[in-house]
T-cell receptor, first 112, second 113 residues
Framework: QQKVQQSPESLIVPEGGMASLNCTSS?????YFWWYRQHSGKSPKMLM?????GEKEEGRFTVHLNKASLHTSLHIRDSQPSDSALYLC????????????FGLGTTLQVQP | EAAVTQSPRNKVAVTGGKVTLSCNQT?????MYWYRQDTGHGLRLIHY???????EKGDIPDGYKASRPSQENFSLILELATPSQTSVYFC????????????FGPGTRLLVL
């Protein structure tokens, strides 16, 4: 059982549309969440992090965090074909000393 | 952004052979990590290190050793490579705080025949 669960497994959105990705931790000892993006054949690159309840926006990307439910979501508005990638959610907590727990990811395909 | 490099980028090895994957980071991060990524399993942590001279077992350490001779360098060693170790291997670095980001190298594709 993955401690970090992501949904959906895959998602297809039209160019210009909104993509919404979800992530929940079953490990109660986490306080910090990251979203990484991994294009095909490349390494994961950190996209956004969120450590406090609420919302954080950077350009077309918005992340939400609800610490009570250990749920985070990533929303991509005006999706572009270049956003097509594997999106990985990662979590960490005070006892982890830098170690991350990764989910299996959501594969996003943006269709022109 | 943090600079993490890996070598080789691609490697073909024979079953039973020894394979060494190398990682270098130039950002003075304390922590370094080795992951493998396989379809259906995601990123799995093999070994990690808190600093020069230290190595710790991750979630799937069997069949792998690690070495951290300096702050900058972290190696993953497969003493007796098996076909099940065919995978993409990523090295990452970061600091020791729970809120510190990990930065990944470009990856090494390993094929064990």
């Amino acid at each position: 059982q993955q401690k970090v669960q992501q949904s959906p497994e895959s998602l297809i959105v039209p160019e210009g549309g909104m993509a919404s990705l979800n992530c929940t931790s079953s490990d109660r000892n986490v306080d910090y969440f990251w979203w990484y993006r991994q294009h095909s054949g490349k390494s994961p690159k950190m996209l956004m992090s969120i450590f406090s309840n609420g919302e954080k926006e950077e350009g077309r990307f918005t992340v939400h965090l609800n610490k009570a439910s250990l749920h985070t979501s990533l929303h991509i508005r005006d999706s572009q074909p270049s956003d097509s990638a594997l999106y990985l959610c990662a979590a960490s907590g005070p006892g982890n000393t830098g170690k991350l727990i990764f989910g299996l990811g959501t594969t996003l395909q943006v269709q022109p | 952004e943090a600079a993490v490099t890996q070598s080789p980028r691609n490697k073909v090895a024979v079953t039973g052979g020894k394979v060494t994957l190398s990682c270098n980071q130039t950002n003075n991060h304390n922590n370094m990590y080795w992951y493998r990524q396989d379809t259906g399993h995601g990123l799995r942590l093999i070994h990690y290190s808190y600093g020069a001279g230290s190595t710790e077992k991750g979630d799937i350490p069997d069949g792998y050793k690690a070495s951290r001779p300096s702050q900058e360098n972290f190696s993953l060693i497969l003493e007796l490579a098996t076909p099940s170790q065919t995978s993409v291997y990523f090295c990452a670095s970061g600091d020791q705080g729970a809120g510190d980001t990990q930065y990944f190298g470009p990856g090494t594709r390993l094929l064990v025949l």
